[in-house]
């Protein structure tokens, strides 16, 4: 799950096997908003869309930047992919 | 999405976070009561004290708590006691930090783990869990903690967690009873267990006024002695005196009672709910059964905290080796019923520890322990004599001693998580 302390969002494991906790992730306000949009299953479009509207980008530009991300959140483990 | 290794995190969020006053820190003692009966102890209770049980926090009453202590920024929280499993229920309140994304930290003298406590850990691990061993035989142990059959309880509690991969050290505490088995277990904890294990020596009194834990309380030069027998502890201290300098203050200008982090980033709930600056100190306590917790914070702790101003010109004022002494308004409270008054205890400890490492103490106000005060020349041989004796001993250097804080030079370590960073 996510916390939002003092303006920063923290990933914090609760249901985990992975032992001591050796790192911990942070996200910026874009990482922040996709990882919200992720709390009910999604698709990069959906996502993209709202981001775009939200900062005002191409969509094209944003959907580059939200595959990137989730790929990195799957690369860790994070999220993972289902098939539509 | 950046990634930080988990000490980077730390620091730099304790940081930035400690300008802007966010209760990152907490510590719920959820009970008082313990199997154990620790001569050392400052607060235990026993098992069957109905009184004890009957007053504190419900679980709901818990469970509102960890909400609004959630919602106003606690990051870590540290859920201590007594023994926290006395309470059966504790794994309902652990459950529901833990699901309210708290980095959870328990401390406990692992006598009631069970497979299924910890079964339920491993499926929901806790940040990390802090063992108390208290001898490595079973002989010193007990003899410690009064209790027939507790040493083969707590290995049983060890081995459980650590066949699950729970993340767990150890830590002990030094005191006149299990001192010449310190060594053995830190050895036991590192090369027989794989265990990470801390080591303490400071005993405070009880916090119902009792003074019954100093009858086993170590002497400052065995304590001084401990330091010297680990050349990394030395430098730790060296390092840490060497940054700790300030400018000479007189009462007008010394500004707040309080330095360390209570009721700036960290706090302390007890088991009937009073919110209070840290677990030692039994003044200035706001009740949550009565008010919430952002009102306790940032109204109750911020006065007790932003308005309690230093009253008397003791030598602690100006003391520039503050850094490396124990002495705080709540152990000046705990032993001396008054939280600005120095405690002769650990101003000796203090003063010794500056000649270890070979600090000329600058001068400070009346103090007997500096030279030419009416105490140093006691301290100064009782410092040479325990020097000579670890000096003959040719096994020092090669001892392994971690020191129960992270960052060398916290102070106290009473069981308050208001000193350093975590
Ligand atoms: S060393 Fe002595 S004077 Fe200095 S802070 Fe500690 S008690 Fe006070």
Known sequence: MTRSIAGETILVPVQNRVGALDSIYTLNDIGTVIWKALEAPSDIGCIASAIADEYEVPTEIAAGDVAEFLERLELTGLICRTEA | ?422
């Open chain 2, 1 to 422: 999405m950046e990634m930080e290794r988990y000490k980077d995190f730390s620091l730099a969020f304790h940081d930035r976070v400690s300008a802007n006053r966010i209760p990152v820190n907490g510590t719920i003692e959820v009970t008082r009561r313990c199997p154990l009966t620790c001569a050392h102890c400052y607060n235990n209770l026993a098992m069957d004290d109905s009184g004890a049980r009957s007053s504190e926090l419900t679980l709901d009453e818990h469970r509102r708590i960890l909400d609004e202590i959630t919602e106003a920024g606690c990051l870590w929280l540290l859920f201590t006691g007594g023994e926290i499993f006395a309470r059966r229920d504790f794994l309902d309140i652990y459950a529901h930090a833990k699901r309210n994304g708290l980095l959870i930290t328990l401390f406990t003298n692992g006598t009631l783990v069970t497979p299924r406590i910890a079964d339920y850990l491993a499926e929901w691990m806790p940040f990390s869990v802090e063992i108390t061993l208290y001898g490595r035989t079973r002989e010193t142990y007990e003899r410690l903690t009064g209790i027939p059959g507790s040493y083969d309880m707590c290995l049983r509690g060890i081995h459980l967690l650590k066949e699950r991969g729970v993340p767990l050290k150890l830590k002990t505490v030094a005191v006149t009873i299990n001192k010449h088995e310190i060594f053995d277990m830190v050895r036991f904890s590192k090369e027989e267990l794989g265990l990470e294990c801390k080591f303490d020596s400071m005993i405070n009194p009880r916090i119902d006024c009792s003074q019954s834990p100093l009858a086993i309380r170590l002497k400052p030069e065995e304590i001084v002695e401990f330091d010297l027998q680990d050349a990394e502890r030395i430098d730790a201290w060296k390092s840490f005196a060497s940054k700790y300098t300030r400018p000479v203050q007189s009462v007008e200008t010394a500004g707040e009672l309080y330095h360390c982090g209570g009721g700036v980033n960290s706090f302390a709930i007890d088991p009937q709910g009073l919110l209070s600056i840290c677990v030692l100190s039994q003044v200035d306590k706001f009740d949550l059964r009565q008010g919430g917790f952002r009102e306790g914070w940032e109204h109750f702790l911020y006065k007790v905290r932003r308005q309690k101003k230093i009253s008397t010109m003791t030598k602690c004022v100006d003391c520039q080796i503050k850094a490396m002494c124990g002495m705080c308004p709540a152990n000046g409270e705990l032993e001396n019923g008054d939280p600005e008054s120095p405690v002769d205890f650990l101003c000796q400890v203090a003063h010794m520890r500056a000649q270890a490492i070979g600090m000329r103490v600058p001068e400070h106000g009346a103090c007997e322990y500096c030279e030419g005060g009416s105490g140093y020349a006691e301290l100064k041989e009782a410092f040479d004599a325990m020097h000579r004796r670890s000096k003959m001993n040719p096994d020092v250097t090669k001892r392994y001693l971690p020191v129960a804080s992270q960052s060398a030079g916290t102070g106290c370590g009473g069981g308050c998580a208001s000193c350093g960073p975590k």
